[in-house]
Antibody, heavy 121, light 106 residues
Framework: EVQLVESGGGLVQPGRSLRLSCVAS????????LHWVRQAPGKGLEWVSG????????GYADSVKGRFTISRDNAKNSLYLQMNSLRVEDTALYYC??????????????WGQGTLVTVSS | DIQMTQSPSTLSASVGDRVIITCRASQSISTWLAWFQQKPGKAPNLLIYEASTLQSGVPSRFSGSGSGAEFTLTISSLQPDDFATYYC????????FGGGTKVEIK
């Protein structure tokens, strides 16, 4: 059974940093691209960032480019999102999402349950 | 960046109705399109990929069609379990989602 378990969310002040983690199991971790997708309260889905199987290619939404950094550790079956210079508008539930393909162009097939990030003073 | 536009944003329907949701891409994405269903408090669930391929375990009343820049998700006979929000996703270049379509009880 595929499992993606996020952690690291919480309440943080604007301008501060937070690091999200996701531990995966139930599939061959280094065969797949991985993504972070967020959903603000009562809003739709927004892709945040993605990383290919070997970390050779990373992509970011314009809204987070230059502030967020995605990374992965295939030896630990783990995905990370370093979030710096956080803004109130970054408040959302952050999902760790598995890609169905190893590259940057593949649909997403499994989702974690999310970790909530709240940016507020 | 590829933008995805879904319509309608809200749809009121009754059990047994045929429901059609449309998704338009800002440029051609071939058939690199997926559809998801999301219920309140839950993560999205994959329904269809490559525009028309049904994910394993998804009921056959769901179907997808289209190519290029225009796509549709059809629910042939709406069931009580289908009242939810639906999202399209392009994966031609990383990933982008449509704004969502909430299917409500009429």
């Amino acid at each position: 059974e595929v499992q993606l378990v996020e952690s690291g969310g919480g309440l943080v002040q604007p301008g501060r940093s937070l690091r999200l983690s996701c531990v995966a199991s139930g599939f061959t971790f280094d065969d797949c691209a991985l993504h972070w997708v967020r959903q603000a309260p009562g809003k739709g889905l927004e892709w945040v960032s993605g990383i290919t199987w070997n970390s050779g290619n990373m992509g970011y939404a314009d809204s987070v480019k230059g502030r967020f950094t995605i990374s992965r550790d295939n030896a630990k079956n783990s995905l990370y999102l370093q979030m710096n210079s956080l803004r109130v508008e970054d408040t959302a539930l952050y999902y760790c999402v598995k890609g169905a393909d190893y590259g940057s162009s593949g649909y997403t097939d499994y989702w974690g349950q999310g970790t909530l990030v709240t940016v507020s003073s | 960046d590829i933008q995805m536009t879904q319509s309608p944003s809200t749809l009121s329907a009754s059990v047994g109705d045929r429901v059609i949701i449309t998704c338009r891409a800002s440029q051609s994405i071939s058939t690199w399109l997926a559809w998801f269903q999301q219920k309140p408090g839950k993560a999205p669930n994959l329904l269809i990929y490559e525009a028309s391929t049904l994910q394993s375990g998804v009921p056959s009343r769901f179907s997808g069609s289209g190519s290029g820049a225009e796509f549709t998700l059809t629910i042939s006979s709406l069931q009580p379990d289908d009242f939810a929000t639906y999202y399209c996703q392009q994966y031609n270049s990383y990933v982008t989602f449509g704004g969502g379509t909430k299917v409500e009880i009429k």
